[in-house]
């Protein structure tokens, strides 16, 4: 298992910006297929964004077009760019990380995001 740790949440005001990290320890990062997660008040978590090891991405209809996610294996670390923020974007998002084989993956602790006038 790899351990992973989220960074970059806070407030912020619709259609403004934020970046998310996910820094991973462990080794071989990049045989890990990389996704962002959010879990909203009263919803249940939903795949936000997934980047494989080949550097193709997947992404939710509801952010497409709006968040880009990326990876630098180097730094073993994951990003999610987001922009044009929506009020509907507010969660808390978690990285997650599993191998080709693995059934469930490893998560880390979340990071909150607020999208508030």
């Known amino acids: 298992q790899v351990q992973l740790v989220e960074s970059g949440g806070g407030l912020v005001q619709p259609g403004g910006s934020l970046r998310l990290s996910c820094a991973a320890s462990?080794?071989?990062?990049?045989?890990?297929?990389m996704g962002w997660y959010r879990q909203a008040p009263g919803k249940q978590r939903e795949l936000v964004a997934r980047?494989?090891?080949?550097?193709?991405?997947n992404y939710a209809n509801s952010v497409k077009g709006r968040f880009t996610i990326s990876r630098d294996n180097a730094k073993n670390t994951v990003y999610l760019q987001m922009t044009s923020l929506k009020p509907e974007d507010t969660a808390v998002y978690y990285c997650?990380?599993?191998?080709?084989?693995?059934?469930?993956?490893?998560w880390g602790q979340g990071t909150q995001v607020t999208v508030s006038s």
């Open positions: 997650n990380a599993k191998t080709v084989l693995a059934a469930f993956g490893s």
């Open positions: 980047i494989y090891s080949s550097g193709t991405t």
């Open positions: 462990g080794s071989a990062f990049s045989d890990y297929i």
